[in-house]
């Protein structure tokens, strides 16, 4: 009896650290998903940038032609 109640008490602890590293994975995930959404928002402001000014460098090439 003494030894089932053993086994149950250590079953009872790797449930406890299972359950506290599932939450520690969770938190990371989380920080993981922030920081890949942040990336995405800095990734689509640049590329807009980068459109923007595209843009204006070739209305400028344009428009120096037609002055030409």
Not at 44 to 61: G, K, P
């Amino acid at each position: 009896m003494l030894k089932e109640i053993e086994v149950m008490i250590d079953v009872q602890r790797m449930v406890k650290d299972l359950k506290k590293i599932v939450e520690e994975t969770n938190m990371m995930i989380i920080e993981m998903e922030e920081i890949i959404l942040m990336a995405s928002i800095n990734n689509r402001m640049v590329n807009t940038t980068n459109i923007t000014q595209i843009s204006e460098d070739l209305q400028y090439m344009v428009q120096s032609n037609i002055d030409e």
